[in-house]
């Protein structure tokens, strides 16, 4: 779902390599982008354990009930909210890298048909894969966002980077501000009315989570442009590098902390005597509040230091395949999953066909298993071409 990454460098023009003072290729570039890659490798695996218990789980609550949930399922659920503000951030981060190869006409070009791409790939393939039905209805959920996001981003690089940052604060920082905006008929609870005014279903598309479009796009834009303008970090030296993204992360961690204990802005939820952890940790996704992002996005970026020192690692090296191929795991691991809970329906009949955690967790651990080598053998088919169709896989 990412552009590409850095090291997939064959097809760029030797001008365009040479015009910048740190190349595609080198050490340095090399210990950066593993790192991204690693990252995005962790997301996109704790990402089948959400999907996992989505198909296969047997609990009849929300793990994030505090009224009826457990520690154990609570936390399943919350280590899964990192994945989506992750990827969405690390795709801005490999825009940049992209635009350190191409020119910025070329970008833009690539940016509008990526994303208008994802768009169709989630009204069709993404779209079977939750269902095998080609008629369920039209869900509008992370690819949707990235797409459109991607598109908003090719006019957004047209800017200087201070006013690509302040339209990426604004988002994140402000769009809360926006949560006591009446939106107008519904159906139901949840659903946009096929005969609301053209203000509901924008606001719909663009800041309130109501059926189909279940990731609203405000928040999400602004996360890409973030992760656009957070990418110069990583071509700085190695000790400065180093230190920054330590302490950005700190930082953003320790003004969720501050907020969150605020609780006045940003997604306040009262903290509950019986479960003070899982109320203080409990923010909202849809849309993905300040609080919820400040709390995903601060140990991400916090991690990356320790990470491009687990990238030299034989671990890290297998959970960077997944991290190179992001598009193609997302898919094939819908599939898959959604291919065994079939399989398993058919085999054992009834309610017993949906599981506890300990037996989801093994669902899980054997779906990246089964992913592993199809992902490296198209990581490989990637590094060793350069069709230009490869690039929007």
């Not at 909210?81 to 890298?97: D, Y």
């Not at 209805?137 to 690509?164: D, H, K, T």
Request: aromatic share 12%; glycine share 6%; charged share 15%.
């Amino acid at each position: 779902m990412t552009i590409e990454t850095a090291q997939h460098s064959s097809n760029v023009p030797d001008a365009a390599r040479h015009s910048h003072p740190i190349e595609p290729g080198t050490v340095h570039d090399s210990a950066r982008v593993a790192a991204v890659d690693v990252l995005r490798g962790f997301v996109m695996i704790v990402m089948a354990l959400d999907h996992v218990r989505d198909f296969f789980g047997g609990a009849t609550f929300a793990p994030t009930d505090l009224e009826r949930t457990t520690p154990a399922y609570f936390f399943t659920r919350w280590i899964t909210h990192f994945c989506a503000p992750t990827f969405v951030f690390l795709a801005g981060v490999s825009v940049f890298l992209s635009s350190r190869r191409r020119t910025r006409r070329h970008l833009t070009t690539f940016l509008i048909s990526r994303g208008l791409w994802l768009v169709i790939a989630e009204l069709t393939i993404v779209r079977f894969a939750w269902s095998f039905d080609i008629t369920s209805p039209v869900r509008l959920l992370v690819i949707w966002a990235l797409g459109v996001s991607m598109i908003v981003l090719a006019g957004l690089i047209q800017l200087p980077r201070w006013a690509i940052a302040a339209v990426s604060l604004a988002m994140i920082a402000g769009h809360n501000l926006l949560d006591g905006v009446e939106s107008g008929p519904l159906i139901g609870e949840h659903f946009v009315s096929l005969h609301a005014s053209l203000f509901d279903w924008m606001w719909a598309i663009l800041h309130v989570p109501y059926f189909p479009v279940l990731y609203p796009l405000i928040p999400w834009i602004g996360v890409m442009a973030g992760g656009y303008v957070f990418g110069p970090l990583l071509t700085t030296p190695r000790p400065v590098r180093m230190r920054q993204l330590m302490w950005l992360g700190v930082a953003i961690t320790a003004a969720f902390v501050v907020l969150r204990a605020i609780n006045v802005y940003g997604d306040p939820f009262p903290l509950e005597s019986s479960h003070p952890l899982l109320s203080f940790l409990k923010t909202n996704k849809y849309p993905p509040s300040l609080l919820y992002l400040l709390m995903t996005l601060g140990p991400a970026i916090a991690a990356l230091p320790w990470l491009e020192r687990l990238a030299t690692t034989a671990v890290g090296r297998v959970i960077a395949v997944f991290g190179r191929v992001p598009f193609f795991y997302y898919i094939a691991h819908l599939y898959l999953i959604h291919t065994l809970a079939v399989v398993t329906s058919l085999v054992v009949s009834g309610t017993s066909n949906r599981f506890d955690l300990p037996v989801l967790y093994l669902i899980w651990l054997l779906v990246v298993v089964l992913l592993y080598p199809a992902c490296r053998w198209f990581a490989g088919v990637k590094a060793r071409r350069n069709d230009r169709w490869l690039s929007y896989l």
